[in-house]
């Protein structure tokens, strides 16, 4: 195996396997090499192969000898190209050691520079450049950072010379240093290594660059890296490449700099050079915020109120080369490039180049300005935004520039930012919203009754509850900003008081929250709208153009229906109707139905909702307009919209007219132990017909009342098996008939159902029989397949992710392996007994991209998304489809 690759001065090793192989030459190396290959002016080097990382930790870290000679070829290579030889006191070649992964991964060793200086060679660097401070400055810099990274000595205490150093010569700069200080300053240096390591500092250049090659693969296993590599999902087995480079220099006076630049600016994407750079500097100074760096560009200077020179106005020669280096690049990698160069005397050298990350806000305008330059295509364009990063443009967003006073953080439930008035009960919420007044709505966590206060609320923040939580789940439905489990929230609702930090805030103070980072803050923050039109449109209308699944969304009132449709959902696929039900105005008639005795008296508390009923679904077709619209009936077990709390019994006993007594009773009858698989679901309409029957006739009457009227899709929730499907069919088509005869008018409707128990989904074919559709309930699919409960899974589940047991929160991302199996099997055998069959996904994650592509490969008709994904479904169902 060649594990060695040269590059620059005309050579470029490898076929058209390795050219580009950021798999084998890492990121850096394969640009690096790219770059030679272009004819930019990149010093020339050698790259170490991730193969030798893996062989290396194969064999238990050592390096085979045939390397040995390869590296030695490298550097020969170098040599001949610079005219330089590595360890010659005449003419000494200096070098980089740099590491450089697949993917640019910080916890990785820092990268060494000025290799090959010792006690001879500086001599000889001070001959060669005329120039003995720039030669003891290098061979400082080169202890510092070899006893730093290499030796891994602290470095506190060459910071700590370095400043006494200064001090006793009273400066201020590292520049004012005299060649002799740092000759004085390398002696210190050197004691410092021999004091910590027990040996001197290496002097054979040789040794130099195996110690630190050996630490570039030495710091792949370190815990850093580690960590990094899995909080990043990166495989341990990729290795990191190592790049040796001849050493080129921005401190070698005025003519010399060092600088970092974009080819676009990376937080708007606006189409101008972007960066900064230092005079006589060298490697990191940059970034390191020694000094304070000057601009790139003359407008950027003006624009910021600065006075010292640009580089376009310092260098205008130099300044005039890379931007026309920018200009290659852009074309050749046909994407935004992040750059670090060096001028040595006026000359430009090209370091490292690489796509540049972006903000949301940039990624779009990029991709859409290059498209529409013709440098990519349309489909490349809707391939290159990532579908969650328009989560941040879809919300309200801070001010960045407006003071913040954080007062605690919990989870990004659910993004998007807020202000308001602090509020602790849902009832509260809706009576201050009615007054016109802001309010954010503070739980310890969040049930289904507190629904209307989460809808008047704009903000929702709790104590408790994970990402999957009542409150996330919902807020994000809602497009509300959510912050969930903010642990440092003590919440005395009865007393109206709510401490964070030790501070105290009571209802009707304002708190602002931001739930794309989780943080909580005192006062009022001021935020900026999103656009909707512009690029993000246009990269819209592509990705439309690109995809084959219909996108619906999961709505169950008007604005919900109306905020789905302004984001492009075509159709509803999932409309809960229990949420209808804990409308204040009708959940008396809902506990009269539960607490009567027998069929009459449900029936009579069933003719109440009726109306309420019809007029919810007549809203939500009115908006929808002929769309398809997917209505679930009702699914929750019984006992939640009954009372918990003691203190509550009179009041809702006295408002349904029946004793306290009968209340409890029947409160107690409905108690169940795991209730996620209690009596609830289709079983509520096996053993209460009527209640279904009142739905299906109020979305016939709704549906036979209206002009446009859509294919109303009737879905029947947790069936298990046919005949529960058979059974729950004859009721609605019963209803059907008796409406269509009353109204003297036949309308299309179908009648599916839900596939969220395994049975239900290995049972398919037979199911298919009777249901002419399947949504597939994920939410629920993954409890029963897992065998997990949501609600409990948060106390666990991080730590199932932490440990691989699960890749990602399956409840966030499906588990296409297992839950996936299941659908696939469905699928396909609902397919096999009725080949038109319409199949859709409901659950929380028709929004999630990753389980979107799942989507896709199985064939689905159509993803539904809370309103707020459909931009981000409609994207990812276009890349999935692509
Ligand atoms: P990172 O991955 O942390 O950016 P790099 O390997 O890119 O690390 O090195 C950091 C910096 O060191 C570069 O930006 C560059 O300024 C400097 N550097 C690296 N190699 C050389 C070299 N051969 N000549 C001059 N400077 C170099
Ligand atoms: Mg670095
Ligand atoms: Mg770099």
């Known amino acids: 195996t060649q594990y060695v690759f040269r590059f620059g001065g005309g050579v470029s090793d490898g076929d058209e396997t390795v050219r580009g192989n950021k798999n084998l030459l890492g990121g850096k190396g394969a640009n690096l090499d790219g770059m030679a290959s272009i004819g930019l002016p990149v010093p020339p080097g050698f790259t170490i192969t991730t193969e030798m990382c893996?062989?290396?930790?194969?064999?238990?870290?050592?390096?085979?000898?045939?390397?040995?000679?390869?590296?030695?070829?490298?550097?020969?290579?170098?040599?001949?190209?610079?005219?330089?030889s590595f360890?010659?006191?005449?003419?000494?070649?200096?070098?980089?050691?740099?590491?450089?992964?697949?993917?640019?991964?910080?916890?990785?060793?820092?990268?060494?520079?000025?290799?090959?200086?010792?006690?001879?060679?500086?001599?000889g660097l001070a001959t060669s450049s005329g120039d003995p401070r720039f030669a003891w400055d290098s061979y400082r810099r080169f202890i510092q950072m070899y006893a730093d990274v290499v030796l891994e000595l602290d470095h506190g205490a060459f910071e700590e010379a370095l400043e006494v150093a200064k001090e006793d010569q009273g400066y201020y700069l590292d520049t004012e240093l005299s060649a002799d200080d740092l000759k004085a300053l390398v002696a210190t240096y050197k004691k410092l290594v021999e004091a910590e390591w027990g040996k001197p500092f290496p002097q054979d250049v040789h040794d130099q660059l195996w110690g630190a090659v050996g630490a570039v693969f030495g710091s792949w296993e370190s815990d850093r890296a580690k960590v990094y590599r899995r909080l990043n999902n990166i495989p341990g087995d990729w290795g990191t490449a190592v790049n040796v480079q001849a050493m080129v220099f921005g401190n070698m006076g005025e003519t010399s700099a060092t600088g970092v630049a974009?080819?676009?600016?990376?937080?708007?994407?606006?189409?101008?050079?972007?960066?900064?750079?230092?005079?006589?500097?060298?490697?990191?100074?940059?970034?390191?915020?020694?000094?304070?760096p000057q601009y790139l560009t003359k407008a950027a200077r003006e624009r910021a109120g600065a006075k010292p020179l640009s580089m376009e106005e310092a260098m205008p020669g130099v300044y005039a080369e890379l931007a026309r280096v920018f200009e290659i690049l852009e074309t050749h990698y046909r994407d935004m490039q992040d750059i670090e160069f060096t001028v040595e005397r006026e000359k430009l050298w090209m370091l490292q180049t690489r796509s540049g990350k972006r903000t949301a806000k940039a990624a779009l305008k990029i991709a859409v300005d290059m498209a529409e330059a013709g440098l990519i295509s349309t489909d490349e364009a809707v391939l290159r935004v990532d579908p969650m990063a328009l989560d941040q443009l879809l919300h309200p967003t801070l001010d960045p520039n407006a003071p913040r006073d954080v007062l605690t953080s919990g989870l990004p439930a659910s993004p998007g930012a807020a202000s308001g008035k602090i509020v602790f009960d849902a009832d509260t919420a809706e009576r201050f919203n009615d007054m016109g007044e802001?309010?954010?709505?503070?739980?310890?966590?969040?049930?289904?009754?507190?629904?209307?206060?989460?809808?008047?609320?704009?903000?929702?923040?709790?104590?408790?509850?994970?990402?999957?939580?009542?409150?996330?789940?919902?807020?994000?439905?809602?497009?509300?900003?959510?912050?969930?489990?903010?642990?440092?929230?003590?919440?005395?609702?009865?007393?109206?008081?709510?401490?964070?930090?030790?501070?105290?805030?009571?209802?009707?103070?304002?708190?602002?929250?931001?739930?794309?980072?989780?943080?909580?803050?005192?006062?009022?923050?001021p935020t900026l709208q999103p656009e909707l039109v512009g690029d993000f449109g246009t990269l819209m209308v592509w990705a439309d153009a690109g995809r084959r699944m219909k996108v619906r969304a999961n709505a169950e009132t008007p604005l919900d229906a109306q905020t789905a449709r302004d984001f492009?959902?075509?159709?509803?696929?999932?409309?809960?109707?229990?949420?209808?039900?804990?409308?204040?105005?009708?959940?008396?008639?809902?506990?009269?139905?539960?607490?009567?005795?027998?069929?009459?008296?449900?029936?009579?508390?069933?003719?109440k909702l009726l109306p309420e009923q019809r007029k919810d679904f007549t809203a939500i077709f009115e908006v929808m307009a002929g769309l398809p619209v997917t209505i679930r009936l009702l699914d929750p077990p019984l006992h939640e919209f009954l009372p918990h709390q003691e203190s509550e019994f009179a009041e809702v006993a006295e408002a349904a007219g029946v004793g306290v007594e009968v209340l409890k009773q029947r409160a107690a009858e409905?108690?169940?132990?795991?209730?996620?698989?209690?009596?609830?679901?289709?079983?509520?309409?096996?053993?209460?017909?009527?209640?279904?029957?009142?739905?299906?006739?109020?979305?016939?009457?709704?549906?036979?009342?209206?002009?446009?009227?859509?294919?109303?899709?009737?879905?029947?929730?947790?069936?298990?098996?046919?005949?529960?499907?058979?059974?729950?069919?004859?009721?609605?088509?019963?209803?059907?008939?008796?409406?269509?005869?009353?109204?003297?008018?036949r309308i299309e409707y179908l009648v599916g159902t839900m596939i969220e128990l395994p049975r239900a989904?290995?049972?398919?074919?037979?199911?298919?029989?009777?249901?002419?559709?399947?949504?597939?309930?994920?939410?629920?699919?993954?409890?029963?397949?897992?065998?997990?409960?949501?609600?409990?899974?948060?106390?666990?589940?991080?730590?199932?992710?932490?440990?691989?047991?699960?890749?990602?929160?399956?409840?966030?991302?499906?588990?296409?392996?297992?839950?996936?199996?299941?659908?696939?099997?469905?699928?396909t055998k609902g397919k096999a007994t009725r080949p038109d069959i319409k199949l859709g996904i409901c659950g929380e994650h028709g929004g999630d991209p990753a389980s979107i592509a799942f989507c896709e490969k199985v064939g689905l008709d159509y993803v539904s998304a809370s309103p707020y994904r459909v931009p981000i479904a409609r994207l990812a169902a276009a890349q999935a489809a692509l």
Do not use: W
Not at 92 to 99: K, N, T
Not at 273 to 284: D, F, K, R, T, V
Not at 697 to 713: G, K, N, S, Y
């Open 761 to 827: 989904a290995l049972m398919a074919d037979e199911i298919a029989e009777v249901g002419s559709f399947f949504s597939f309930g994920t939410n629920d699919l993954t409890q029963t397949t897992l065998g997990v409960s949501r609600d409990d899974a948060a106390r666990f589940l991080t730590h199932y992710v932490d440990k691989g047991i699960y890749a990602r929160d399956p409840f966030v991302s499906l588990d296409v392996e297992g839950v996936g199996q299941l659908i696939d099997i469905a699928a």
């Open 438 to 525: 802001s309010v954010i709505l503070v739980r310890i966590e969040t049930s289904p009754e507190d629904i209307h206060g989460m809808h008047a609320a704009k903000g929702i923040l709790t104590a408790r509850g994970g990402m999957t939580s009542h409150a996330a789940v919902v807020a994000r439905g809602m497009g509300r900003p959510c912050v969930s489990g903010a642990g440092s929230l003590q919440i005395d609702a009865a007393a109206r008081v709510l401490r964070i930090a030790g501070r105290t805030l009571t209802e009707g103070d304002i708190l602002t929250l931001d739930g794309s980072t989780g943080e909580v803050m005192a006062g009022e923050v």
């Open 262 to 292: 974009f080819t676009r600016d990376p937080a708007t994407g606006e189409n101008a050079y972007y960066g900064e750079y230092l005079i006589n500097a060298q490697g990191e100074d940059v970034v390191a915020g020694i000094r304070t």
């Open 87 to 123: 360890g010659d006191p005449a003419n000494p070649l200096l070098v980089s050691v740099r590491s450089g992964a697949r993917v640019s991964m910080p916890g990785m060793m820092d990268t060494v520079l000025n290799l090959g200086l010792n006690d001879a060679t500086v001599e």
């Open 568 to 607: 492009g959902a075509e159709g509803i696929g999932l409309c809960r109707t229990e949420h209808m039900f804990f409308d204040a105005s009708r959940i008396t008639a809902v506990r009269q139905m539960i607490l009567a005795e027998d069929e009459k008296g449900r029936r009579a508390a069933l003719d």
């Open 670 to 745: 409905l108690h169940e132990f795991n209730p996620m698989l209690g009596h609830r679901g289709c079983r509520l309409g096996v053993t209460y017909p009527e209640i279904y029957e009142m739905q299906a006739r109020a979305i016939f009457e709704a549906a036979c009342a209206l002009d446009v009227a859509p294919v109303p899709e009737i879905m029947i929730p947790l069936v298990g098996t046919k005949r529960e499907l058979e059974l729950m069919k004859e009721v609605v088509d019963k209803a059907a008939e008796a409406v269509f005869a009353e109204q003297g008018k």
């Open 54 to 84: 893996t062989a290396y930790y194969a064999n238990g870290q050592t390096f085979p000898e045939s390397v040995r000679a390869e590296v030695a070829g490298g550097i020969a290579h170098i040599e001949q190209v610079t005219g330089k």
